[in-house]
């Protein structure tokens, strides 16, 4: 069979499909502009401040957990049709808010939209790509979830005023109708279509990816969605890969790397920079860098695979997280000036390693049946650290100061280190008939 181009249907199906991505990262980066605006207008505490950002996480919650059951039973397209209506009630609840509640309100909302593309867009991208194609295609998602934050640190640049905050919401219903209008125009994905015997209609997008039908096949033929997830825990080989997918999604976030999404402007303030155009100037900076070197991931994935740029990545945040805190707890302008330098060094291994890859590998370890509940657990873990973790670092700041505090994030990174090694396969190459095997060959 002659081989496809890169620039093909797969590669136009994801694309379309990692915008729920990029509403993702919009909706997590945009409070960065608008927080300093929103308190002023609605004279919020510092808790109501603090709520208001991290609703989006509990909002996830409910999208994550709710996504992966309604993608198992309804289609992966539709219930990305379903993310897009959240993000647009969301973002016009909150661009019209005239009281603290419907802010509170709107962001809630939009946090279901984002916690159902965070299952669903990865899984879609991996079941339309082809096996040889899957890591770098499902990588274009964190790449759209990257440019999703860049976008909203420049609109929070661009639009510093005191209205400009309610035009930062109204880009998300823009960019959520145009995600809408072009899910129109994308199929359902074949492993979903096979697993409910609508055979014909998935070897058709099976000729357009250009895959071997039985590297689509070899697992829905065998499989139903009406097997219910709580029967395949029982199975060791299943317990197994999802004990390994919910680790690397809870250190996805444990790792730190939403401090500095969330808090970069106050991150850069604690280093000594203390200008209010340099701090967000300096978070602009910072999502300009995890775009970048989410653009390197692509080409890395293609040629190393996940577990070498996982250990790389990792052992390098490591690193990074050591020379911040360093900084932190010194008061010598060049560890100061080294600490500054860490960050972006920081997030730039994350976004080579943990920030790509998580997504992949959640995408291809499980099987048809169970797949979009058991990324929806994994999710849920994902998110519900994700809040903990934005939760207890101001407080964890005053009790064992700057320093002391990513001391601990040194820990843990060293702890996701030794997981990866000894627990996470290599997945590159591999059907998902294939990665099955290990499974079972772990029992």
Sequence with gaps: MEKKSFLGFSFYVSLVASLGGFLFGYHSGVVAGALVFVTKEFHLSSWQGGSWVSLLIIGALIGALSGGCLADRLGRKKTLFLSAFFFVVGSFVQMEAATFFHLMLGRGIAGIGVGIVSVVSPLYIAEMSRKDERGVMVAINQLM????????????????????????????????????????????????????????????????IEEKEEEIFSETLRKSPEETFWKHLCEPNIRSALFVGIMISLFQQITGINLIVYYAPRIFEMVGFGADTFTFLGAVGIGLVNFLATILSLALIARCGRRVLLL????????????????????????????FFSLFSFVAFFAISLGPIVWIVLAEIFPIGIRGRAMGMALVVNWLSNYCVSLSFLPLIELLGKGGTFLIYVCISFAAFWLIFWKVPETKGKSFEEIQKFWRKKK
Excluded: D
């Design 145 to 208: 979830i990257s440019a999703g934050i860049l976008s909203a640190y420049i609109a929070g640049y661009l639009l510093a005023t005191a209205a400009g905050w309610r035009e930062m919401m109204g880009y998300g219903i823009v960019f959520s109708l145009f995600f809408f209008f072009l899910l129109c125009f994308i199929p359902e994905t074949p492993s979903f279509l096979a697993a409910l015997g609508r055979k014909h209609e998935a070897k058709i997008i099976v000729q357009k």
């Design 312 to 339: 790389v990545g990792v052992g390098g945040m490591a690193v990074s997280l050591f020379f911040i805190s360093l900084g932190l707890l010194a008061t010598s302008e060049l560890l100061l000036q080294l600490t």
